[in-house]
């Protein structure tokens, strides 16, 4: 007996050690967590934590919990001054950290009648070691209402209909000269409506208007993981940033946040300083963490996640606001399949208006072109067919950037991101073509929803986008590298660092080719054929200083015609490709095809046939001995000349052999 009551000694004081776990009043007071995730009672499980049982005396109402961030949590019984052998379970860190920072419980009423449960689906499930995601339990007595365990940890104010913004519409503001002037200015430095982001409650509601599949769907919130949101932001507005953070924080159910994580990565404005920080100061589970030196986008995402104690990592961008419903999708998917990523559907908010367009249909998925560019795209039918109901995830060749979740471990398991990547540009392909080579998977989920501020241009320059592109092409692309470098010759000069380690990481996971990728993963891309000697700028034997261009408006990929244009050697708009098709393609953002009708005097180009498709004869050409481009169906050949002001163009002329306005060479 004196044994146990030594022993009982010897752990209070321990616990007692434990930072502040045994909180006096006060901190309960401060930290009134009543009302979110340990008012339900729920045991939180992080990483890295064994447990221990404790005997305590302890105030019959309370119950303590070492939580907030790095703990766990606590479970007690029954309390000893009202009834001996109450029993509290501490979670400790392995490495010897305790508590930092302690909660209330209240005590439910059933008290004395109800029994220790066991501690329901822990440990956490071992995937063979590789990874695994720790599962919260809730060891609540009784019955939460889902509305409660729903509840986020702040809710928004009532919304204000005539408050600009409210219900994500536009602002409408009329300004004087004046105030016009600030907001060009606003928009000349963020590159996105500053001014009019100013006049839009940082608490502003976003209309739901996601599928009512969604809208109805329940989640069992009390076995989802947990997730840490990470916000990385580089001299970001103070409105969007802050914005994305209340956004968070009152969309997202309290009892499966962990916290948010923001990421300061040397921002030199000065409202991002001691004014950011006494802001995020009074509110809860908001963390800032600031880099030393300038990081860039990816290494700064990866400080933040070294200090997350959630099972799941969320990336968001920080100027996003997140539409309610959108987490428990992703981490619903995320228990049911460790290996996936999952990614929200990126809605659009205007950078002028702030107006918010919802997708409210099928979501797009992300591809890209044998540029490297990321390039949207609707969901193939075959996949479709898939799918059991409208709201299944639906898998994607690549993701769009900033925006995903994933379980914290599979993300160490998988190698997180490629830290030899600057600024940012590029991460996005490298981390897809990994998963998926990997052996996980890459989902968009139809019901989550994250709006996000595409900005006019982008805010700042991003000089490595071709660095981090080819770090993704020569670690994961194996010999379909060659298509991209023939697209863009300057990638083939660029340095872009050590890559041993990531070649080690693939070898390690025995990932699979990049051939598998496109066969299993991406067989509506089409793959160029680039046979030797019949892609590359085609020359003018005429003007020689001359090569064939085609330079489509942004959002019209066929609305131009083919021209002439000096020689640049940097692929882009002078690289054609003459397949054994007898088509001359030129790669954008779908693949193009040279064409020729009768009766106009100008080429122009349509989308290719699919692979398999017949080809119609106004895209065939034959590259003839003599140097022309002779085209059959109208029986005339590709003309080099200047026009009447002295520039220089093609047209269709009939063909002439000794013409060297017809002569043409691939180089
Ligand atoms: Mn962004």
Redesign the pocket.
């Known amino acids: 007996m004196k044994q146990a009551e030594e022993r009982h000694e010897a752990r209070l004081q321990r616990v007692q050690q434990c930072a502040s776990v045994f909180v006096t009043e006060q901190i309960m007071k401060q930290r009134q967590y009543v009302g979110s995730m340990e008012a339900e009672g729920d045991l939180w499980l992080g990483q890295g934590l064994q447990h221990r049982t404790w005997e305590l005396p302890l105030t019959p109402a309370r119950v303590l919990c070492c939580s907030q961030w790095n703990c766990c949590a606590v479970h007690i019984r029954r309390t000893s001054s009202s009834a001996p052998g109450s029993k509290v379970i501490v979670f400790e860190k392995l490495f010897g950290e305790l508590c930092f920072s302690a909660a209330v419980l209240q005590e439910t009423p059933n008290a004395q009648t109800r029994e220790q449960r066991p501690l329901i689906g822990s440990p956490p499930a071992e995937d063979s070691g590789k990874h695994s995601i720790k599962a919260r339990v809730a060891i609540t007595q009784g019955e939460v209402d889902v509305e409660t365990l729903k509840r986020p940890i702040y809710l928004k104010p009532p919304p204000d209909s005539n408050a600009q913004g409210e219900w994500g519409r536009a602002t409408r503001l009329n300004l004087n000269s004046e105030e016009k002037k600030q907001e060009q200015d606003s928009i000349e430095r963020y590159a996105i409506n500053i001014y009019a982001s100013d006049k839009i409650s940082l608490h502003r509601h976003i209309e739901d208007n996601r599928m009512h599949e969604c809208k109805s769907k329940t989640y069992d919130i009390r076995h989802l993981p947990t997730t840490s949101v990470v916000i990385a932001f580089y001299n970001e507005a103070w409105s969007t940033l802050l914005r994305t953070i209340h956004s968070v924080l009152e969309t997202t159910p309290a009892i499966l946040l962990k916290e948010i994580i923001l990421v300061d990565d040397l921002s030199d404005r000065g409202y991002l300083k001691s004014q950011l920080e006494e802001y995020i100061s009074n509110l809860e589970r908001v963390r800032l963490i600031r880099t030393n030196k300038r990081e860039g986008l990816v290494r700064a995402r990866l400080i933040g996640a070294t200090y997350a104690t959630g099972d799941v990592l969320t990336f968001l961008?920080c100027?996003c606001e997140c539409v309610p419903g959108w987490m428990e999708p992703l981490l619903e998917r995320i228990a049911e399949k460790q290996d996936t990523v999952i990614c929200p559907v990126i809605d659009t908010i205007d950078w002028n208006t702030f107006e918010f367009y919802m997708q409210t249909d099928e979501p797009m998925v992300g591809g890209f072109d044998w540029r490297l560019t990321f390039q949207w795209h609707s969901v193939p039918s075959a996949d479709r067919k898939e799918r059991k109901s409208r709201i299944d995830p639906i898998r994607s060749p690549t993701m769009a950037g900033?925006l995903f979740a994933v379980s914290k471990s599979y993300f160490e398991y998988l190698g997180t991101y490629d830290t030899g990547m600057e600024v940012w540009g590029g991460e996005n392909l490298e981390l897809s073509f990994r998963v998926w080579q990997c052996g996980g998977s890459l989902e968009i989920h139809p019901c989550s929803h994250v709006g996000?501020v595409f900005p006019k241009k982008a805010p700042y320059a991003r000089p490595k986008f071709l660095q981090n592109t080819v770090r993704a092409a020569e670690v994961w692309m194996d010999s379909y590298k060659d298509l991209f470098y023939n697209r863009n010759p300057p990638a083939r000069k660029v340095t872009y660092g050590d890559i041993s380690d990531r070649i080690l990481l693939r070898e390690r996971l025995k990932c699979r080719s990049f051939d598998w990728y496109l066969k299993n993963i991406y067989p509506d891309l089409h793959v160029p054929e680039d046979r030797p000697d019949w892609h590359g700028a085609v020359r003018s034997g005429g003007i020689p200083s001359e090569c064939l261009d085609y330079n489509a408006p942004d959002h019209n990929p066929t609305g131009a015609h083919l021209s002439l244009f000096g020689c640049h050697g940097q692929g882009g708009n002078q690289y054609f490709e003459y397949t054994s098709y007898k088509e001359i393609c030129f790669n954008s953002i779908t693949e193009l095809c040279a064409e020729y009708t009768n009766g106009q005097n100008h080429i122009g180009m349509k989308h290719c046939p699919r692979d398999g498709e017949p080809v119609p004869p106004t895209i065939v050409w034959e590259f003839r001995d003599d140097g022309s481009i002779y085209h059959p169906l109208s029986d005339k050949c590709i003309t080099a000349y200047r026009t009447a002001e002295g520039r220089t163009d093609v047209q269709m002329q009939k063909c002439s052999s000794e013409n060297m306005n017809q002569n043409w060479k691939f180089e």
């Open positions: 961008d100027h900033g996000h």
